[in-house]
């Protein structure tokens, strides 16, 4: 039987675990699906998490819609081998869809009976929950969302109808993987609300969701991973005084209780029917990364990428892949040291247990941004293109013709991928720059990249080789989108410096230089199933980039463990 995957994240940290599985998507580590339908679920629609990765993911839309079929004709059932496909016209869920934004008016208070009333206002406090504007958010006040998001299988309600038609789905066998925080306010809800209108409630052997006992659902509930800003001093948080911010000296009492929540309801609960989860990931980062600001959402609540994101997007993809998914499973995660974490640390995504896949898929997907966006991609449009027409890789792989540099939609495609290859590489740099001291040792970023301290309501961000100060990738347009790449300087030493460190200092994983990826890109032809052009480019840049040969790969695959 097929598997339908469904990826669903909540909030800020569903949003940033979606931007590491689109990453994860286009390296080819999701290649054993040939579809993954995402989606969020957050009440503010202007964050910055969610717009930026529904920016990504429409721009990995269009680089899949070009580059999919014909790289997999050739012969490459790697880089954009996985379709994403977002629902709801590429918006979120969103818990109050419309009228006044808040709890009260959602339930219609002014309805109530006066005991029923009189019961609202004993299980939920007025200024902070009943009356709360929640148009950014549930405030870090998880029980908001909790209340809401349980009342939609009884209305009218999209993401009720979503969650429905997963559940009749008849594609295959429909696996569900819903992630988010267990600290803050739309994830803490999310989850555990979400999974129990699938499952079967207090007292009924039927779910809220009709036939959602089908669905097989995973989860990963973040542990906290990043401290929000914190006054010296006082210890309380600057913007959360007011009771209207979750607060960083609530982080681990909110997981706690969250986790014991979560095993309650792993054991069948009250009325034994059953684990709220199929197969539980249990993630989070100590210590923590601070993030040096805080926002109550908008725009400018936009946190950089971190490791543990990375790792839910994995075990969404271990979830998808295993054939071992059993009732109430918990998976945890350990490195070998505490002080660092490389390439042999990430779990395996495959029953087998062999993690190098990783290493080999996602360390070519760096490799690949990294020259394309350095090394070529400024040789193959406009005037820059007639200087490199005459070298052996131009003239085969793009053609003679081409000597005046690609055109038309070509070009467009062009500058859209390096586009990408810049959001992959500020990515991986955000990982490791931002992360504290030296955990992350499986990639290098101090030859392309620098990262900046956050202010007071901006976080810290990661700023690329070559780019102006304050430099933006979405554009301050009402839809978002990426913006356009930035003009680099020619090659330069530094530049075949970083390449050699990219996957990090160790020695133990000699790779191929950029010289050797030139040197291949001299011999290469184009696959006959494919004419000259971006194309057959883009696809021998991939097979020159791989960390190791081709031939020694196909061994190591063949090799058991």
């Known amino acids: 039987m097929t598997t339908k995957p469904y990826f669903m994240g909540a909030g800020g940290s569903g949003a940033k675990t979606l931007e590491a599985l689109v990453h994860t998507a286009a390296s080819g580590l999701a290649g054993f699906t040939p579809e993954i339908e995402a989606s ?7 964050n910055g998490n969610l717009v930026y990765a529904t920016a990504l993911v429409k721009l990995y839309q269009e680089l899949y819609l070009y580059f999919s079929q014909p790289l997999r004709e ?8 996985t379709r994403l496909v977002m629902p709801n016209d590429s918006q979120a869920w969103l818990p109050i869809e419309s009228g006044s ?24 406090d007025q200024r902070q929950e009943i009356d709360q504007d929640l148009a950014k958010g549930f405030r870090g006040r998880p029980v908001i969302g909790s209340a809401i998001l349980g009342a939609i299988a009884d209305i009218d309600h999209r993401l009720g109808q979503y969650l429905q038609s997963i559940a009749d789905s008849e594609q295959g066998d429909s696996r569900l993987f819903l992630v988010g925080s267990v600290f803050g306010g739309t994830g803490a809800a999310g989850l555990p609300t979400i999974a129990s209108l699938m499952r079967p409630g207090l007292g009924s052997e039927e779910p809220a969701i009709p036939h959602g006992d089908r669905v097989r659902i995973g989860a990963a509930p973040l542990l906290p991973y990043f401290l929000y800003k914190v006054v010296e001093g006082g210890g309380e948080d600057a913007d959360a005084a007011d009771g209207t911010l979750a607060k960083t000296a609530d982080q681990l009492t909110r997981s706690r209780i969250g986790v014991e929540y979560y095993h309650y309801r792993g054991n069948g609960g009250a009325n034994g029917n059953g684990s709220l989860f199929d197969v539980t990931y249990l993630l989070g980062q100590d210590p923590r990364v601070e993030l040096g600001y805080q926002q109550i959402g908008g725009e400018l609540q936009r946190n950089p990428a971190m490791v543990v994101e990375l790792l839910a997007a994995l075990a969404s993809l271990h979830f998808f892949r295993s054939k071992r998914n059993g009732s109430g499973t918990v998976m945890r995660l350990k490195t070998e040291s505490d002080e660092r974490l490389d390439w042999e640390d990430f779990p395996a995504i495959s029953d087998d247990g062999d993690n190098s896949g990783i290493y080999y898929q996602l360390g070519q997907l760096l490799r690949f941004a990294y020259a394309y966006r350095y090394c070529y991609c ?34 467009k495609i062009a500058e859209k991928l390096n586009v990408y290859c810049g959001e992959i590489l500020r990515w991986a ?3 490791k720059l931002l992360a504290p001291g030296a955990f992350v040792a499986f990639v290098s970023a101090r030859d392309f ?15 690329l080789a070559s780019e102006p100060d304050h430099y933006d990738p979405i554009l301050p347009t009402t839809g978002g989108g990426l913006g356009k790449a930035v003009k680099l300087p020619p090659f330069n030493a530094a530049i075949a410096e970083g390449f050699e460190r990219l996957l990090g200092d160790d020695e133990r994983r000699p790779v191929p ?17 494919i004419r000259p052009g971006l194309v057959a480019f883009v696809n021998a840049l991939w097979r020159a980039t791989a960390v190791v040969p081709e031939r020694t790969r196909r061994k190591l695959r063949q090799t058991p463990r």
């Open 449 to 463: 990249a620098e990262a900046h301290v956050a202010s007071e309501h901006r976080p810290a961000r990661v700023q």
């Open 513 to 529: 230089d950029l010289s050797a990826v030139f040197e291949f890109m001299n011999r290469q032809r184009p696959p006959r199933a």
């Open 74 to 81: 050739a012969g490459n059932d790697e880089l954009f081998a």
């Open 101 to 124: 934004l808040s709890l009260g008016a959602f339930f219609q208070r002014q309805l109530l009976r006066d005991d029923v009333n009189l019961l609202f206002r004993c299980l939920f």
């Open 40 to 46: 969020l679920v957050d009440q503010d629609i202007n």
């Open 378 to 411: 400024w040789c193959l449009i406009g005037d820059e293109s007639r200087r490199f027409a005459g070298q052996p890789w131009f003239r085969r792989l793009l053609g003679p013709e081409m000597r005046d540099g690609l055109t038309g939609e070509d070009a």
């Open 429 to 431: 740099a955000s990982l």
